[in-house]
């Protein structure tokens, strides 16, 4: 089984600075996908970042960057210069290669930005 | 741009009644699910679908049941709701295929069951 672990269910960062969410996952799975999610008070799911587990390099969109580490099944999420607009729930999520492609979800962190 | 559309965003149900959730994707997407989101937790897995005709069951999918009769609608059906049901329902939908296929959300649908 897959399992994804946030271990802060909190955290709060002054506006432009930069702020790092922890995510670690437990799979025996050798291929998989990792995803970063974002759920604003509006309760939409927005994807922020995907990362494909063969590749060693981490993905890059805009102010948002990852650092995963396959050995140490670790995945944290990087945001620069944080705007008031990425206050919202994170959520780290797993693929795992199979039909139907299913994710596990981590449990979230809330993130405050703050003015 | 409708995406996956969710109907409807709020309900209130009685101890036994039964409803429909409907969820609809026009990105002619093979593969569907539900999840439900209880409050400070992440996305469960209720019961997912790689095509019509085929559903499969997710994390826990007990007192729900789905079909899968079009490639755009994927309805979720509560029958004797109870109150260990309320939360709040997520249809989402990806594409079938190699690579990171991110899954597409829709706006969800909050079920209290009173």
């Known amino acids: 089984a897959q399992t994804v672990t946030q271990s802060q269910p909190e955290m709060s960062v002054q506006e432009a600075e930069t702020v790092t969410l922890s995510c670690t996952y437990d799979t025996s799975e050798n291929n998989y996908y990792l995803f970063w999610y974002k759920q604003p008070p509006s309760r939409q799911m927005i994807l922020v970042i995907r990362q494909e587990a063969y590749k060693q390099q981490n993905a890059t969109e805009n102010r948002f960057s990852v650092n995963f580490q396959k050995a140490a099944k670790s995945f944290s999420l990087k945001i620069s210069d944080s705007q008031l607009g990425d206050t919202a729930m994170y959520f780290c999520a797993f693929m795992k290669l199979s039909t139907g492609n299913q994710f596990y979800f981590g449990t979230g962190t809330s993130l405050t930005v703050i003015p | 741009n409708a995406g996956v559309t969710q109907t409807p965003k709020f309900r209130i149900l009685k101890i036994g009644q039964s409803m429909t959730l409907q969820c609809a994707q026009d990105?002619?997407?093979?593969?569907m699910y539900w999840y439900r989101q209880d409050p400070g937790m992440g996305l469960k897995l209720i019961y997912y679908s790689v095509g019509a005709g085929i559903t499969d069951k997710g994390e826990v999918p007990n007192g729900y049941n789905v079909s899968r009769s079009t490639t755009e609608d994927f309805p979720l059906r509560l029958e004797l709701a109870a109150p260990s049901q309320t939360s709040v329902y997520f249809c989402?939908?990806?594409?079938?295929?190699?690579?990171?296929?991110?899954?597409?959300f829709g706006d969800g649908t909050r079920l209290s069951i009173l």
């Open positions: 989402a939908s990806s594409r079938m295929g190699q690579g990171a296929q991110p899954q597409h």
């Open positions: 990105m002619n997407h093979n593969y």
